[in-house]
């Protein structure tokens, strides 16, 4: 069985080789906006949700060209913060970022982590599975210079929120109420719950 990781991070990555899978990586290269502006008004959690469904099929679509027989299950995730009313994704720019934490400073969040989960037996989907987890996140008060260092050193400009909990984010993190996982990145109970909704048991997967 091959798991395959719809995603090019490395913190995803990271989290499930320390849970004991190895995946292989594929990066999805869906137009997240695209795809995000042929949603009507979604919530949340139905934005990073379908988020997720549709990396998770970009990189079914190269596997099932692929034409290997054998069975593979793919994991597509994508993450969001709900700050104040507003969903946000990676900040970009380092003006954005600036601007964000600014207002994340001395407040909660919660993080939406979306999944999907597909399973693959020779080329053809057997089943499906989606879900998303919201962990809130207490977040610091860092000074100006401890803002401007973290910005400097381009970390938060490409993750979700514009923070990271196991990297230099977490020094201004003050807390998580729910599954620290899914702040990385990919939740693992959420996963593990996913693959059983598709006849797959996690430990059967461990390397």
Not at 13 to 24: E, F, M
Not at 80 to 89: F, I, K, R
């Amino acid at each position: 069985m091959r798991f395959v990781l719809a995603s090019a991070s490395p913190a995803r990555l990271a989290v499930l080789r320390a849970a004991g899978i190895d995946p292989d990586v594929r990066v999805s290269g869906v137009d997240e906006d695209a795809i995000a502006a042929a949603l009507t008004d979604p919530a949340p959690a139905e934005l990073v949700t379908a988020l997720a469904l549709a990396k998770a099929e970009a990189v079914l679509a190269g596997l099932r060209a692929e034409d290997e027989p054998g069975e593979a299950v793919v994991v597509g995730c994508d993450s969001m913060l709900s700050l104040h009313g507003e969903v946000v994704g990676k900040p970009g720019e380092p003006e954005i970022a600036a601007k964000r934490w600014r207002g994340m400073a001395g407040s909660t969040g919660e993080l939406l982590t979306g999944h999907a989960v597909v399973r693959l037996r020779d080329g053809e989907v057997v089943a499906r599975a989606q879900g998303h987890r919201g962990t809130a996140v207490r977040f610091a008060e860092p000074s100006e210079e401890e803002l401007a260092a973290y910005i400097g050193s381009g970390e938060p400009l490409g993750v979700a929120g514009g923070f990271t909990l196991d990297g230099l984010g977490g020094w201004f993190v003050e807390g998580v109420d729910g599954d620290p996982s899914s702040v990385i990145g990919i939740s693992l109970p959420l996963t593990r719950n996913l693959l059983s909704e598709v006849g797959l048991r996690v430990t059967d997967l461990w390397r």
